[in-house]
Every structure is written in structure tokens, then in C-alpha cells.
């Protein structure tokens, strides 16, 4: 037996390789002879009609990836070729796309290593994309680690240009960034993209600060399909009976998302009015979330839903979204529980309210104000014509400030700056 396997291509690779079949042909079919040379070639955006993106992002359940993904599928539909170089498919990419490539990055382990070298994977696949793809543009989200990959890939591929841009979404910077052990590869990884972007006022001036980033960052918001997140039809499935009220809190579990709040303001809320209590999502707090459920006695009325793929079948089922996190660079799920119609109570922190306009869209309250959630989940459960005039606004200004379409013209802007 060889002592070297191969990680994580299950199904795709019994098709026959790191990408889908279809796509595999597709992809050989369409690579340039010329671009697979690596020598000091035109720069392909200006002699090609076809425009081309190298995206890498974390393919699992997560802002970041949906975002990337959004992103990939904006860009195809204006005729782009969209390469997504990663370590799985990203879980919102559901439909087939003929200008849409996967290429897996598939780490190699060995006894040696205590952990296989990823990122080192990860670059070495960007080179072989870029090059067999001709492809002068890679748009990473998430800077760590994926900023050092493409600035280990640009050196890689020298002479031939490659433009890279880097999206910061959170706790890369937040939390990671500012970590003694990733500090300096994360601020010189950022300082080496082409351009740098933030999805949030908030965020771009905490990596300023915190980071030291003295490279413009430009803010473009997080954005949704308002013609995907529509509000609730008459006809659809139901949650809990006719007169219970749902309340709704999707996320990772991870602590940043403050569940036991979440937890503790639904068994005041049920002690006023018939309601259930809808999780989405999985992590860590998720255990001590059950848990805690079960010692308030409202175990009965609370769903773990687990993670869930059509977040825009259940986020109309709601009749508020909750989301009290400690750090939030953003909260796109938010943003898609309005588009939805659903008013949103929220934390004040972060990048919350540029999404949450107080007394307009929801609420906003501080971290651990849970007297005040519940003030403002009971306005809104029981004010039927508030709650529906905030869901309206809601929805009016998702389409408006934060539509899908003028954000992928943003991005593209991004990108033709760099032309
Ligand atoms: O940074 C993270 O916690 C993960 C990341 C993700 O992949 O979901 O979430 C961040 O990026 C999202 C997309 O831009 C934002 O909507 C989230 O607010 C942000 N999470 C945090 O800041 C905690």
C-alpha cells in the first residue's frame, strides 16, 4: 500500500478526477494551448473576449463561502469564466453552470506530517489553474490563509501577471489576524493583495486598526437575491401551528453567535404568548444550547434543525430573526431574513447596524441585554401590523442598498481598476 493518500475527493474522484467529469471536459476543451506555457504571455483580460476569475473561498455552510459563491454566480451570468479553486464544492453552488469550474484541492498526506501542508496545496493548484486556464485574476475571501496561498501563486507564476484580491469577511481579522501566531502573514498577505476589500465599514476599519492595513480597503456591502429570499407564500410549509409565532436564529454555534442568549430570550418570549423557537445551523454551542433548553423547559418548543441547505425556504417561515452575537463583521443571514420580510432583533456591535437600522428594519440592543431582546421580540410577536410594516422596509431596503446585482457590478468595478 503507497504512504501517500490523497484527502477528500470521495465521489468526484471515483468520476474520474479532482473536477466533475462534465467540467473536466469542458475545462480541457476550452484551455488556451498558449496559456498553459509559463512565460511572459499579454496579459489574457485584454486580449481575451471571455473575461476569467480564479475564487477561492471555505466551501462549507458560512457567510464567506455564500458570498463567494453569489459572487461566482453573478459573474457567470454576465459571461464571465468563474474558476472556484477549493477544498470541497461550496455547498450553495446547487445548479450546474457551463461557465462554472470546480478544481479540488486535494493535500497529499504522509506519516511525516502532523498536519497535511493545505495551503501549500492549495497554492501549488492556483499556479496549475492560472496557468492551464489563462486565467490573470484570483479573488480570495477570507484572508486567512487563502491571501498567502495567492501571494505564494503570483510569485509562482512570475513573469506572467496575476492580480490578486483579497476579501476580508471577519473573524480573519477579527479574531485570527490578530493573533500573535498568524499576525504578520496575515497583515503582509493583505498588504500584498492588488486590491483589498471589506464587507462592512466595521470591518475595513478594524483591520486598519487592529491590523495595521494601510492599504486602501474598499466596502462592498454583502448582498442578496431578493428574487430568491421572497417572503413567505400562503400556501407553503409551516413551522408550528397558525397562531404560534416562530422565532428564528441561524449560525455556526460558534461563541461569537452568543446562543445560551439566544436560548434565554425565547423561554421569556414563550412565557407571554405561543411560540417555537427555530435553530438552524451546527458548531460547538450547539450541545450546551440543547442543553440549556431542556434546564429553562422549553426543550418542546425549540428545533435543531441542523445545517440546512435552503436557508431561503425556511427564512420566510419566520415571524422574527434573532441574532445577539458578540462580534458580527456583517450577519448576511440577516440581510437574507429581511429580504425575506422578517424583521430582525439583533446585537449593536459589529457591523450590525449598517445592515439593522434601529426602530426601522428591527432592533438593536446591546450583547447581553436580554431584557431588551425580549421588550422587542414581544412588540414585534404581538403588533401584527408593526411587524409586517418592518418586514416591508426590510425587504424595501435589502433590494435596494444591498441588491445582488449592483454588488457584482462593484467587484467588477474591483477588478477593472486593476486593468
Ligand atoms: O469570520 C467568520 O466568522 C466566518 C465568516 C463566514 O464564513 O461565515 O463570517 C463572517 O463573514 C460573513 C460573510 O461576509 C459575515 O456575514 C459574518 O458577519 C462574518 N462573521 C463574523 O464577523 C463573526
Avoid at 6 to 14: C, E, T
Avoid at 72 to 95: Q, T
Avoid at 160 to 180: A, K, M
Avoid at 211 to 223: Q, S
Wanted: aromatic share 8%.
Amino acid at each position: 500500500m503507497s504512504a501517500v493518500k490523497r484527502r477528500g475527493s470521495g465521489a468526484r474522484d471515483q468520476a474520474g478526477g479532482a473536477e466533475p467529469v462534465r467540467r473536466a471536459a469542458r475545462a480541457r476543451a476550452k484551455a488556451p494551448r498558449a496559456a498553459t506555457k509559463r512565460a511572459a504571455a499579454p496579459h489574457p483580460a485584454r486580449t481575451q473576449a471571455r473575461r476569467k476569475i480564479g475564487i477561492t473561498c471555505y466551501s462549507h455552510f458560512g457567510g464567506s463561502g455564500v458570498v463567494a459563491t453569489e459572487l461566482g454566480l453573478g459573474l457567470a451570468r454576465r459571461g464571465w469564466d468563474v474558476h472556484f479553486i477549493a477544498h470541497r464544492l461550496p455547498f450553495r453552488l446547487r445548479r450546474f453552470e457551463s461557465s462554472i469550474f470546480f478544481h479540488e484541492v486535494t493535500p497529499v498526506t504522509y506519516p511525516v506530517f502532523e498536519q497535511p501542508p493545505n495551503n501549500l496545496a492549495l497554492a501549488t493548484k492556483m499556479v496549475e489553474v492560472v496557468e492551464n486556464h489563462g486565467i490573470d485574476l484570483l479573488h480570495v475571501h477570507y484572508a486567512m490563509p487563502f491571501a498567502a496561498s495567492a501571494y505564494l501563486a503570483r510569485q509562482l507564476v512570475l513573469p506572467r501577471r496575476l492580480d490578486v484580491v483579497t476579501t476580508l469577511h471577519g473573524t480573519d481579522i477579527s479574531v485570527l489576524g490578530i493573533d500573535p501566531a498568524y499576525f504578520r502573514v496575515t497583515q503582509f498577505s493583505i498588504q500584498s493583495s492588488d486590491r483589498v476589500t471589506a464587507v462592512s465599514r466595521f470591518l475595513a476599519d478594524s483591520a486598519r486598526k487592529s491590523l495595521g492595513i494601510t492599504k486602501p480597503i474598499e466596502v462592498v456591502y454583502n448582498f442578496v437575491d431578493p428574487e430568491v429570499f421572497v417572503p413567505r407564500s400562503r400556501s407553503g410549509v409551516r413551522l408550528a401551528p397558525p397562531e404560534t409565532r416562530v422565532l428564528m436564529h441561524a449560525s455556526n454555534f460558534r461563541q461569537v453567535k452568543n446562543i445560551p442568549v439566544v436560548i434565554q430570550v425565547f423561554a421569556e418570549v414563550r412565557k407571554h404568548l405561543a411560540a417555537k423557537l427555530v435553530m438552524i445551523g451546527d458548531g460547538p454551542e450547539k450541545p450546551a444550547a440543547e442543553q440549556l433548553a431542556r434546564k429553562l423547559g422549553v426543550e418542546r418548543d425549540v428545533l435543531f434543525l441542523g445545517n440546512q441547505d435552503c436557508m431561503e425556504e425556511l427564512l420566510p417561515l419566520a415571524d422574527v430573526f434573532l441574532l445577539p452575537s458578540s462580534s458580527e463583521s456583517f450577519g448576511l443571514v440577516a440581510l437574507e431574513a429581511m429580504s425575506a420580510e422578517v424583521p430582525v432583533v439583533a446585537s449593536n456591535v459589529g457591523g450590525l447596524p449598517e445592515v439593522v437600522e434601529e426602530g426601522v428594519t428591527g432592533f438593536l440592543h446591546e450583547v447581553a441585554d436580554v431584557q431588551g431582546y425580549v421588550g422587542s421580540v414581544l412588540e414585534l410577536l404581538t403588533h401584527e401590523k408593526l411587524r409586517r410594516a418592518m418586514g416591508r422596509r426590510a425587504r424595501r431596503i435589502a433590494r435596494e442598498r444591498f441588491n445582488v446585482d449592483d454588488m457584482v457590478d462593484r467587484y467588477i468595478q474591483v477588478y477593472d481598476s486593476l486593468r
